[in-house]
């Protein structure tokens, strides 16, 4: 308390008005708030003060400060006009005082580089003052400086090792830099604090902080009992953190499948958040209500997010209108609307940019790259994918890092970069094994293995299939499709092999049991089993059939891909004719296009001489196509040596009898 008091006693000499001692203590406690992140008691101690001393400049730019964080934008713009209106010349203050002015405003207006400046020369001035170290940790963490931040949050903790909001600033920072074992300590030591000092509100804060952090890591009983400790202690009198953390409690309930438990509660909380005023904190929750229905009725989430932005828009939170507005796109992405969802994520992208928001603008625009790819756009989507894991890598967030992975893996992959889509799977399998998310892990394996196995590293392949076979045999993945897509997989690269009767025992597993309706791995299977029969001379399927099979996909990339291997039959087959009118068939379709890789491999089934080859939809391969496009996947790969790749069982004969 004493050292954030000092931190923003205006200098002796300042002509301004000094504010009576109530009014003053009112101020300190604010400034206390704001730094515990209670920004509501922040608003609060604020206004008391003003109500004291109606001219209180320094009380005016707190408040500024509190709304902004309580997403009150339009309060918020009020208090920084009173500001304006109280000292419209800003050289009558002392160095100090136009220093500390100047960095609260810059804050609330979100121009980082001057509260960074302003907070920075404060230090140079003060630099045994831990508020002011803290003041500047909170002015970089705005900013998403995660590793600058924390060293001044260690310089404040140096200075004043009983400070429970300095320890508060650093478990956050620890868990969003997937530290989480390194975090909780800090967390208890912060709860421990504010006990001691009997200021229950800031307990309350410091626990909801933790459970948030165990949830986001996948620990939800641990975080159920820490948010019910919190909804508890706040009890009727501290309802930002008690309707926070009901929010929170929504959020465990809708991932551990039971969202009917936190409707009635999460109602409630709203209501109670909304009937005191903080409507920001309200209309955040409104969102996480909504959440609640995204599996059984996503019609019903779409609309209660529809009038979350209604409701958001109409108490000036403007911040949460954008969270809600990106929300709506991400679930217009995942039902397959993919342009409405660009067009719903152009105002947050455009309210996110410019630095103001930082972190948001990288999530949206994960949310848009995965939109975009769904449009066919890849080169645009991996684009937004490669700046959002740039940043991510910038603050050091490994769960942003991962979802920007995720989006170049899947990317990568459609567009034939296979080498850079391995390196960002591999790195997105580390994080999830370290995170201990075995479903997540296992999807990812299974892309890293195949990506391995289509660049002819089929010995390397086995590591990953057989760390998801374990999962399997533990129990802990228990999609039962898994042990399917591992037999598929090793189909894939016994073919590539070369080991055609391997490829048909272990098609035999991956099939599809016989009462089941085909799907893409039964699809897949297939037309590899043919292929090795084919190749081991006892292929039967009739030609009519084969070229049937590639119009059964679920999607244009799975179907160029069986059109590859069903021409790869016809030629084993000696249906030369056949197999370059299946390959010509499938060139133009836009997946095809895109992806370097596969286009190479279709234009050198095709090739033959010098005469073009013709699909059944008029399509045409021109003779040097093959050449062409197998010098762009050079250029493409670089620097990758693809020997392992060229020397693949299925693509050496048409290397090196297609390719002039």
Do not use: C
């Not at 890849?378 to 769960?399: C, K, V």
């Not at 679920?554 to 056949?578: I, K, M, N, Y």
Request: no cysteine.
């Amino acid at each position: 308390m004493v050292v954030a008091g000092l931190a923003w006693q205006w200098s002796r000499g300042n002509p301004l008005p000094p504010a009576p001692a109530n009014a003053a203590n009112y101020y300190a406690l604010g400034i206390e708030a704001l730094r515990d992140g209670t920004f509501a008691l922040a608003r609060n101690n604020f206004e008391e003060a003003i109500a004291l001393f109606p001219d209180y400049v320094q009380a005016y730019s707190g408040l500024a400060q509190a709304h902004m964080e309580l997403d009150d934008q339009d309060a918020a713009q009020r208090a920084l006009l009173k500001v304006t209106n109280l000292v419209p010349d800003r050289t009558r203050l002392s160095t100090d005082d136009r220093l500390r002015l100047e960095g609260v405003l810059a804050s609330v207006q979100r121009a980082h580089d001057v509260a960074i400046d302003n907070y920075g020369t404060l230090v140079e001035r003060h630099p045994r003052d831990a508020g002011a170290w803290l003041d500047l940790g909170r002015a970089k963490e705005a900013a998403e400086r995660h590793q600058a931040a924390r060293g001044d949050y260690e310089q404040a903790l140096a200075l004043d090792p009983q400070s429970p909001a300095v320890h508060v600033h650093l478990g956050v920072l620890l868990v969003n830099g997937g530290r989480k074992d390194q975090a909780l300590p800090f967390f208890d030591e912060a709860v421990r604090l504010y006990r001691v000092r009997g200021n229950v509100e800031g307990e309350a804060e410091a626990l909801l902080r933790k459970g948030t952090a165990l949830n986001n890591t996948g620990q939800l009983a641990e975080a159920s009992d820490t948010l019910d400790q919190v909804v508890g202690l706040a009890g009727d009198r501290y309802l930002s953190q008690r309707a926070r953390a009901q929010f929170e409690l929504a959020r465990v309930a809708a991932q551990l499948g039971r969202p009917e438990e936190a409707l009635k509660p999460t109602e409630d909380a709203i209501q109670d958040a909304a009937s005191a005023g903080l409507f920001g904190i309200a209309a955040n929750g409104r969102i996480d209500y909504a959440m609640l229905f995204l599996v059984d009725d996503l019609k019903r989430a779409d609309t209660e997010l529809e009038r979350t932005i209604e409701f958001a828009a109409e108490h000036g939170a403007r911040r949460t209108e954008m969270r809600a507005q990106l929300q709506r796109a991400f679930l217009r992405a995942s039902d397959g609307n993919a342009e409405e969802a660009v067009t719903l994520a152009e105002s947050p992208l455009a309210f996110y940019g410019d630095g103001r928001y930082p972190l948001q603008e990288a999530v949206a625009r994960n949310i848009v790259s995965r939109a975009r790819e769904a449009l066919g756009e890849l080169d645009e989507a991996s684009r937004l994918a490669s700046g959002a894991l740039a940043f991510a890598d910038s603050i050091g967030d490994p769960a942003l890092a991962n979802d920007s992975l995720q989006n170049l893996g899947s990317q990568f992959a459609k567009l034939g970069r296979l080498p850079e889509a391995l390196s960002a799977l591999e790195r997105s399998a580390a994080f999830y094994r370290e995170q201990a998310q075995v479903p997540s892990l296992a999807y990812t394996l299974l892309k890293q293995a195949e990506i391995l196995i289509l660049l002819g590293r089929g010995q390397e392949s086995e590591a990953p299939l057989t760390e998801v076979e374990r999962g399997i045999a533990t129990n802990a993945d228990t999609n039962p499709r898994q042990p399917r897509r591992v037999a598929r997989l090793r189909t894939l690269r016994a073919v590539t092999e070369g080991r055609y009767a391997d490829a048909e025992a272990q098609a035999d597993l991956a099939r599809a049991p016989g009462t089941a309706t085909p799907d893409g791995i039964d699809r897949s299977a297939r037309v590899l089993a043919e292929y090795a029969a084919a190749r081991l001379g006892h292929s039967r399927t009739s030609t009519e059939a084969l070229l049937a099979w590639p119009g059964e996909a679920t999607s244009p990339g799975d179907q160029s891909e069986l059109s590859f291997w069903v021409a790869q039959t016809l030629r084993v087959r000696h249906e030369d004719a056949r197999a370059r009118e299946v390959a010509a068939t499938a060139w133009p379709v836009p997946a095809a296009q895109a992806n370097a890789e596969l286009r190479w491999r279709l234009a050198a089934l095709a090739a033959d001489g010098s005469d073009p080859a013709s699909g059944g939809n008029g399509a045409i391969i021109p003779a040097s196509a093959a050449t062409t496009a197998l010098e762009k996947l050079k250029t493409l790969w670089g620097q990758y040596d693809a020997a392992a790749y060229f020397a693949r069982a299925d693509l050496k004969p048409l290397l090196e009898s297609r390719i002039p």
